[in-house]
């Protein structure tokens, strides 16, 4: 649900949270605003979302990632 501007930014800073911390370990993070983006057939937003990761548990994970998201809608009307 939502627009495709939400979504983009809900699915950037969503997949930021999960894939660096989750809620035991809540990452800091900051999602841009929605932009459109439109390449390679592809009609819709893209976001960013810059996360800093709060507790490194080894030096495999990094201190700062970054995470992109687009999202279109598909002929059937899902996103």
Not at 12 to 26: L, R, S, V
Not at 31 to 36: D, Q
């Amino acid at each position: 649900d939502g627009t495709l501007q939400e979504n983009a930014r809900n699915w950037a800073g969503n997949w930021g949270f999960a894939a660096y911390g989750g809620a035991d370990h809540k990452p800091k993070i900051k999602v841009s605003e929605a932009k459109p983006w439109k390449h390679g057939g592809i009609d819709g937003y893209t976001a960013t979302a810059e996360v800093t990761v709060t507790n490194r548990p080894g030096s495999c994970v990094p201190p700062k990632a970054v995470v992109h998201s687009i999202a279109q809608k598909l002929p059937d009307g899902t996103m």
